[in-house]
């Protein structure tokens, strides 16, 4: 089933998820209706990628946390490169790229307010703006140069690092001096990390002894860990925080399923940690810093990226009635590397 | 029994308290030994004033913990002003005053490097520089100042609020325009916070309702939290936290036993919120911050503590034996106001 010039598919919310749970493909119907026409003002896009990421299980819960949930009835959320098809507005022509967030089907109007940034003619590949060039890659960058701060000779720790952020950031880091440690789940996406991204080491957390090994590849402890895992990984990365470290918190996969907690109150000692060792704790939403940093974002990593200088790694789907299966299996590492779906050409 | 010439009282610590329990006058035992003679380079200090702390219950832990524990035999840690008795060093004349760290004795031997501050010729209250001068207002300062970056028209929260720190630094954020709510246990301290300190609410933590009434005297949340208490406390302020809230951490005295805990993991809970409300969770200590701020500090704050400006509440003592009851005392909120020994003239 691909995508028609009359038609626009979309994946519409039918039941939201319980917060320990993961989403199962009866959480979305998907439905057809006409392709709507743009009004005074408006562009209709139509869209080529969509992204997957893991903020979208956030969504799915019923009550609103830091973005509001997708609410029964609403088309589910994505960002997207979509291609301008019909414009009653000025700024955008027929043929041009955008990245916007056009969530899970074919079609969108837009007045334009919603669209993050038009693709420069000629983009190299179009979906590295919901990659390395777009929300995760900058979520990397501005984690690491606004809140990490790293100085050369420190060590540098990243969970998921093959992912969408992980892949980013370790290269970042590595190209600020720093010694750069990885966490990944398997033997692939472990040297993967050392011999294409570069990382100094990367350590597997399904490995039975993750713990001590974690230990051993950060000889020096470590200085900047960025938090997107949660659980039991963060809690063997804990006692190597060394004094003024930094972890800026992006998010917190593990938790968002409330998986894998062993009823333990952790607080007063990682609270006692944070004083005892002075550690700079900060989460951030990336959305908030989009106004003020995304275009200096651009013109620091676009030249590393299109040089081939920086590796990025894309995990490819294909059709967009693959995006359920294709976040379930995200939510649980099914993935290796950024994780886009080709919706059309 | 009152300070001698050629006596040298002392309390050196004869056991170590568990984690988990307060100190009991066990903990030490007073001895007496002659006073030392300084060799070359060295000044005699006496002990004119004790200041009795919180930070002092963590060093009584037998685990070294952000500072090494205090070791059986060895004399109980102690921020002083002292007299300069006698001096082979250059920089120091007889009869001048500093602030040092001389612990919980009449004399000791220096050769300058742990001198904090020689105090100003005519100082007006030597006292202040164990309090309002000294660590615990340099500590609101910086914790103020430095992390929490005040901005007018947002509230500003402190737990123990008439007590060494919580007053300086209400009365700092005031003085930025903030919103100034206080905790404090018992209507007598709370009291004095709005009618003496100026704040603009303060709530008993005692009060069976103090949740709710904290709500209400934060009508617009709170956007700095000065985490000096930890527990339920903290408990209640966690909900009230803005976005982009900033919490410097610099004490957690009622963690400090390990009381109070619910067995319930409030660390995802907590993590959580970092993230979706986007917080800065800052430790700190504060002897880090002297090279580069202390300076400036009191350059800012002597003239609002000796104009008046700044109301500077001391909870008296008096008498060296009687250090063990009064930190007791301290660490169980029986103090109201900043806690100094006097020792002798």
């Not at 007045?111 to 179009?126: F, H, M, N, R, Y």
């Not at 472990?190 to 001590?212: I, M, N």
């Amino acid at each position: 089933m691909s995508q028609s010039a009359t038609t626009n598919r979309r994946f519409v919310l039918v039941q939201h998820t319980q917060p320990d749970a993961e989403p199962t493909p009866a959480v979305w119907k998907m439905e057809s209706v006409p392709v709507p026409k743009p009004g005074p003002n408006q562009v209709l896009l139509r869209t080529l990628w969509l992204s997957l990421d893991p903020y979208m299980r956030v969504r799915l819960n019923e009550a609103d946390a830091y973005m509001p949930s997708v609410k029964k009835g609403e088309v589910m959320v994505g960002g997207t490169v979509s291609r301008v098809e019909a414009s009653n507005n000025p700024a955008y022509k027929v043929g041009e790229l955008v990245h916007s967030y056009a969530g899970w089907q074919d079609y969108v109007l837009s007045d334009g307010s919603d669209i993050i940034v038009k693709l420069p003619e000629g983009a190299k590949v179009p979906s590295w703006y919901l990659g390395s060039l777009g929300m995760p890659g900058f979520t990397a960058w501005h984690a690491l140069m606004n809140i990490g701060k790293p100085k050369a000779g420190e060590t540098f720790c990243v969970g998921a690092a093959t992912g969408a952020v992980g892949q980013i950031i370790g290269q970042l880091a590595k190209a600020q001096g720093c010694r750069v440690v990885g966490i990944a789940g398997g033997k692939r996406k472990c040297d993967y990390a050392v011999q294409e991204l570069g990382f100094d080491a990367c350590v597997d957390h399904r490995d039975k002894e993750f713990a001590s090994k974690l230990a051993a590849a950060c000889p020096k402890g470590i200085d900047i860990y960025m938090e997107q895992v949660g659980g039991a990984v963060s809690d063997a990365v804990e006692p190597l925080l060394n004094l003024f470290a930094r972890i800026p918190i992006c998010g917190l996969i593990s938790h968002y399923s409330g998986a894998g907690l062993d009823g333990r109150d952790r607080l007063p000692g990682f609270l006692s940690n944070v004083l005892f060792k002075r550690f700079k704790v900060e989460g951030f939403i990336i959305f908030d810093a989009y106004p003020q940093y995304y275009g200096q974002f651009l013109k620091e990593v676009t030249p590393l990226v299109e040089s081939g200088k920086m590796r990025v790694r894309e995990h490819l789907l294909d059709g967009l009635e693959n995006a359920p299966q294709g976040l379930a299996d995200l939510l649980t590492g099914g993935n290796f590397g950024k994780v886009v779906l080709k919706v059309a050409e």
